[in-house]
């Protein structure tokens, strides 16, 4: 069974918006210390774009700030990355993560693609 499910990805034009919606199996996100999002762009290197901990407390990559939010609904065992004024640059794998220490569990990744 895959841990973590990404869903909402797809084409967007620049300026608008998605959802990203991250769904976790068992109980990875009650046990975890910090769930987030990352991205791939192709030829380039994962990076981090949003994280959030156990506490609530939220970390965001300086290209996503005032535009992206990352939100939890423990309830529902979801995270989630609200994406808005969405730029070409964007345009990536969007994964989701979960650390489990000593064990990080990942997404199969979600498309996400900014264009006109």
């Known amino acids: 069974q895959v841990p973590l499910v990404e869903s909402g990805g797809g084409l967007v034009q620049p300026g608008g918006s998605l959802t990203l919606s991250c769904a976790a199996s068992?109980?990875?996100?009650?046990?975890?210390?910090?769930q987030g999002w990352y991205r791939q762009a192709p030829g380039k290197e994962r990076e981090l774009v949003a994280a959030?901990?156990?506490?609530?407390?939220?970390n965001y990559a300086d290209s996503v700030k005032g535009r992206f939010a990352i939100s939890r609904d423990s309830a529902k065992n979801t995270v989630y990355l609200q994406m808005n004024s969405l730029k070409p640059e964007d345009t990536a794998v969007y994964y989701c993560?979960?650390?489990?220490?000593?064990?990080?569990?990942w997404g199969k990744g979600t498309l996400v693609t900014v264009s006109s």
């Open positions: 959030i901990t156990r506490g609530g407390s939220t």
């Open positions: 068992g109980s990875i996100f009650r046990i975890s210390s910090v």
């Open positions: 993560h979960a650390q489990v220490a000593p064990t990080n569990y």
